[in-house]
Nanobody, 127 residues
Framework: QVQLVESGGGLVQTGGSLRLSCAASGRTFSSYVMGWFRQAPGKEREFVAS????????LYADSVKGRFTISRANAKNTVYLQMNSLKPEDTAVYYCAADIDTAWGLAKMDSYRYDYWGQGTQVIVSS
């Protein structure tokens, strides 16, 4: 069983920055593919970013490329999402997810690939 706990959400003005963290339990965290997803009110959950064990070649949604950076610290069982140049349309609940399947590719943009989910952290960007 893997438990994921997100933190770092909050209220920020347009153009501001936030860093989300996701702390994971599990002895094999370093092998998991980790992802961030978000869900705005009245909308479906959407992919934001994902990262494999090595951290190489992470995937990003087009809407966040160049503004968000996903990273991980395997020794700390933690994955991060640095969010810069925030926009009101980034307002959503952000979820951390873990996929125990280590295979890598564009399929990791699909939420159904992920086995474990955190409870979410709210991000509000004011205009």
């Amino acid at each position: 069983q893997v438990q994921l706990v997100e933190s770092g959400g909050g209220l920020v003005q347009t153009g501001g920055s936030l860093r989300l963290s996701c702390a994971a339990s599990g002895r094999t965290f370093s092998s998991y593919v980790m992802g961030w997803f978000r869900q705005a009110p009245g909308k479906e959950r959407e992919f934001v970013a994902s990262i494999r064990w090595s951290g190489a070649s992470p995937l990003y949604a087009d809407s966040v490329k160049g503004r968000f950076t996903i990273s991980r610290a395997n020794a700390k069982n933690t994955v991060y999402l640095q969010m810069n140049s925030l926009k009101p349309e980034d307002t959503a609940v952000y979820y951390c997810a873990a996929d125990i399947d280590t295979a890598w590719g564009l399929a990791k943009m699909d939420s159904y690939r992920y086995d474990y989910w955190g409870q979410g952290t709210q991000v509000i960007v004011s205009s």
